[in-house]
């Protein structure tokens, strides 16, 4: 079993910046493929970034690119989505999961390959 902890979210004003933390259990955390998905009021919820069980690979919704940044620290079992130039579009439930056993033919955007989701950060961006 393995539990996601989300820290970082809160409130802040448009162009501004956040950065998002997810701790994970279990010793073998350097062999997981880790993503962000967040979900606004309202909407479904929706792929984010996704970073390769090696760090070396990452992956962005086109609505993200150039303004967050998905990186991993494997010596702290934590991924991390640094988020800057915030917009009140990006206003949602963050959150992080996990993909303990991924391969090459998985898709780091779909929910279905993920296993373990955390309980989700909320992120608010104000105009």
């Known amino acids: 079993q393995v539990q996601l902890v989300e820290s970082g979210g809160g409130l802040v004003q448009a162009g501004g910046s956040l950065r998002l933390s997810c701790q994970a259990s279990?010793?073998?955390?350097?062999?997981?493929?880790m993503g962000w998905f967040r979900q606004a009021p309202g909407k479904e919820r929706e792929f984010v970034a996704a970073?390769?069980?090696?760090?070396?690979?990452?992956y962005y919704a086109d609505s993200v690119k150039g303004r967050f940044t998905i990186s991993r620290d494997n010596a702290k079992n934590t991924v991390y989505l640094q988020m800057n130039s915030l917009k009140p579009g990006d206003t949602a439930v963050y959150y992080c999961?996990?993909?303990?056993?991924?391969?090459?033919?998985?898709?780091?955007?779909?929910?279905?390959?993920?296993?373990?989701w955390g309980q989700g950060t909320q992120v608010t961006v104000s105009s």
């Open positions: 279990g010793r073998t955390f350097s062999n997981y493929a």
């Open positions: 970073i390769h069980w090696s760090g070396h690979i990452t």
């Open positions: 999961a996990a993909d303990p056993r991924p391969n090459p033919y998985s898709d780091p955007k779909a929910e279905s390959v993920y296993d373990y």
